[in-house]
T-cell receptor
Framework: ETGVTQTPRHLVMGMTNKKSLKCEQH?????MYWYKQSAKKPLELMFV???????ENNSVPSRFSPECPNSSHLFLHLHTLQPEDSALYLC????????????FGPGTRLTVL | RKEVEQDPGPFNVPEGATVAFNCTYS??????FFWYRQDCRKEPKLLMS???SGNEDGRFTAQLNRASQYISLLIRDSKLSDSATYLC????????????FGPGTRLSVLP
């Protein structure tokens, strides 16, 4: 595997479910990011991790919970989501947490029923 | 005023045309600038970084105007494969925390 991979690629869940999105980067980068892309809206940065340390984004509801067990893996745990959370969730990585160009995974298209 | 603004388009141009996109940003302290390309239902991919002196990569030329706070992307001799959404990205400090994406400009190159 090369680059940034994400699983699953598609996910349908009910509002009471708990699920997790997984991201893995094979680039040796030190920073990883979660973004949300809704229809007709710009990408919204949700969370940033640098060397496994989390940088908070206070505008993200607590029903989204990130986890970064090591510099290559990033998870987004989901619980009691709302239909308006349906979107494309993109993971990205960069060499350092320093404004470097970011490399994106293919995304997980999430639908909340 | 939004942090990063772009004309959403769509820009419909014939093959071989030259097309230019502008992007304006509100934070005068912005440090780094990029153009990304996003194909329909795909992830964004870096097209090019934008340097103060301007830079060119084949048919693509990027310019930065700090005084007026805008960046531009020029595509010459456009190809059908250039059809995509072009995202302007502005980083407001030296850290990725303030990596702000514009809404994108959609380009359709027509045969």
């Amino acid at each position: 595997e090369t680059g940034v991979t994400q699983t699953p690629r598609h996910l349908v869940m009910g509002m009471t479910n708990k699920k997790s999105l997984k991201c893995e980067q094979h680039l040796g980068h030190n920073a990883m990011y979660w973004y949300k892309q809704s229809a007709k809206k710009p990408l919204e940065l949700m969370f940033v991790y640098s060397l496994e340390e989390r940088v908070e984004n206070n505008s993200v509801p607590s029903r989204f919970s990130p986890e970064c067990p090591n510099s290559s893996h990033l998870f987004l745990h989901l619980h009691t989501l709302q239909p308006e959370d349906s979107a494309l969730y993109l993971c990205a990585s960069s060499q350092e947490f320093r404004g470097d160009e970011q490399f994106f995974g293919p995304g997980t298209r999430l639908t909340v029923l | 005023r939004k942090e990063v603004e772009q004309d959403p388009g769509p820009f419909n141009v014939p093959e071989g045309a030259t097309v230019a996109f502008n992007c304006t940003y509100s934070n005068s302290a912005s440090q780094s600038f990029f153009w990304y390309r996003q194909d329909c239902r795909k992830e964004p991919k870096l097209l090019m970084s934008v340097y103060s002196s301007g830079n060119e990569d084949g048919r693509f030329t990027a310019q930065l105007n700090r005084a007026s706070q805008y960046i531009s992307l020029l595509i010459r001799d456009s190809k059908l494969s250039d059809s995509a959404t072009y995202l302007c990205v502005v980083n407001s400090d030296n850290y990725g925390q303030n990596f702000v994406f514009g809404p994108g400009t959609r380009l359709s190159v027509l045969p």
